[in-house]
């Protein structure tokens, strides 16, 4: 008999509560970040002086930077604490920081804005830790992989309705200001009030005793988790998934303009093909794992990452058109299906990448250390994304093009994965495991 759809989930008090408050957090932490790099970017002389590169640079790296300064802090507190009651402290933080903002847009204070990116940042690294932990203690483990695949999608189809609404309200005249302020001080308040259904979590850990040195801390988590060989390889597995897309996705918008010589809305195009592809190939894992816990897939993913990543490079090389063109028009030029056809599969593979890593990490870590455990891949996550903007630049400087910077990342991919897997052979067992026993299926 088949198991329910992991679409059942939704309609569960355990896991839909839990579901549209971490939705709401990524759907409002990118209408803010997009709103206010868009209004730099179209309308930088009425807010500052300062050099847009330089700005559309710190807002990004703001956001990121409280991942590594306080997951530690934010995986301790979520072992010793009751985690439903911490999400709604979470989420009412979430609500003053968009006050905060508020006040930011209607003076026109640029750094009240930054301090609240800054916020927003803190408050999604206090929740990512609560976020993963949360669902091995309400879910059965033939519900896991539906479940992170659920969350999975609902962050990246969030991510992409946030920018998508940030970058449009803002610039809706006269009221675009007004707009975002209230909008996002509701998608706060709608995520505070989808988190008083979440059910009671009890701590794993309640006897914990917090350590509040940020260094010793982190440093700690990492070398506890080094201990669980295949948690520590999936750690590295996942933050290497994040360094791979933060170099595909941060080229998307000058990719759009010099290679495919288009405007704003093929770079739209672009990353709404992808964030489908994500979303698809996440909702994809519980099918293809048949409701099991099937790390097999990472390497199903991590090959489909570098087969299309390779075929990026070729198909935009191969693409010829040299005029100007918005979203329609570069559809009807040659080579274009083919194009989005890499940017949806790369997607696609990198959900079916990822999402066994989160179910792996979530059935073998000790429970009791499991947010630290999460933490730490968080803190990982956030150096190995600053490493990818790092050798981005200085591939880009040193000559490559976008496309060969796509062609040496599908290649790397292919050779830290294939390390990956040598280390610990029990992803190539399973997968090869799973490949014959598709014919059974």
Same mark, same amino acid.
């Given at each position: ?97 968009m006050l905060l903002a508020a006040v930011g847009w209607f003076r026109h204070d640029l750094w ?74 509701? !998608? ?9 259904? !979440? ?26 988790s080094r201990h669980n060989r295949p948690v520590f390889m999936a750690m590295l597995a996942n ?33 709404? !093909? ?79 990448? !990822? ?52 062609l040496f990342t599908a290649i790397l991919n292919a050779l830290v994965t294939a390390a990956i ?21």
């Amino acid at each position: 008999m088949d198991k329910p759809s992991q679409f059942t989930l939704l309609t569960q008090g355990r896991f839909a509560p839990f579901f549209w408050a971490q939705f709401f957090g990524a759907f409002n932490d990118n209408v803010f970040k997009t709103a206010l790099l868009t209004v730099l970017t179209f309308e930088a002389l009425d807010w500052t002086t300062m050099d847009r590169g330089f700005l559309n640079n710190l807002i990004p790296g703001l956001f990121i930077l409280p991942f590594v300064l306080f997951s530690a802090i934010a995986g301790q507190l979520a072992d010793k604490f009751e985690k439903s009651g911490l999400v709604r402290y979470i989420k009412l933080l979430e609500i003053a920081i968009m006050l905060l903002a508020a006040v930011g847009w209607f003076r026109h204070d640029l750094w009240l804005l930054i301090a609240a990116v800054a916020g927003m940042g803190l408050h999604s690294a206090l929740f990512g830790p609560v976020k993963y932990a949360y669902l091995p203690q309400k879910l059965t483990p033939d519900e896991l992989m539906g479940g992170n695949g659920l969350v999975e999608m609902g962050t990246f189809v969030g991510i992409l309705l946030g920018e998508v609404l940030g970058a449009v309200l803002v610039l809706h005249k006269p009221w675009g200001i007004e707009l975002v302020a209230g909008g996002t001080i509701a !998608i706060a308040v709608a995520g505070w009030l989808a988190s008083r259904a !979440i059910p009671v979590s009890p701590a794993p850990a309640p006897e914990l005793k917090i350590n509040w040195n940020l260094f010793t801390e982190s440093v700690r988590n990492i070398r506890f988790s080094r201990h669980n060989r295949p948690v520590f390889m999936a750690m590295l597995a996942n933050s290497w998934f994040w360094f791979y897309g933060a170099i595909v996705l941060a080229q998307f918008p000058m990719y759009a303009k010099q290679t495919l010589h288009g405007d704003h809305s093929i770079f739209v195009l672009l990353l709404t !093909i992808f964030s489908l592809g994500i979303g698809a190939g996440s909702l994809l894992c519980e099918r293809l794992s048949r409701h099991t816990v099937e790390i097999g897939l990472v390497p199903l993913g991590a090959i489909g990452l570098s087969i299309f990543g390779i075929d990026l490079f070729l198909s935009s090389t191969a693409y010829a058109n040299t005029n100007l063109v918005d979203a329609s028009g570069f559809l009807q030029q040659a080579g274009s299906i083919r194009i989005l056809l890499d940017c949806l599969l790369i997607g696609a593979f990198g959900g079916v990448y !990822i999402v066994p890593l989160f179910a792996l990490i979530q059935t073998r870590c000790d429970p009791k250390h499991m947010s630290r455990t999460i933490a730490g891949m968080n803190i990982l996550n956030a150096l190995f994304m600053v490493g990818a903007a790092l050798l981005a630049m200085v591939l880009l400087n040193a000559g490559l093009s976008i496309p060969q910077l796509f062609l040496f990342t599908a290649i790397l991919n292919a050779l830290v994965t294939a390390a990956i897997f040598v280390a610990v052979p029990e992803f190539l067992h399973r997968f090869l495991a799973w490949m014959k026993a598709r014919p059974v299926y």
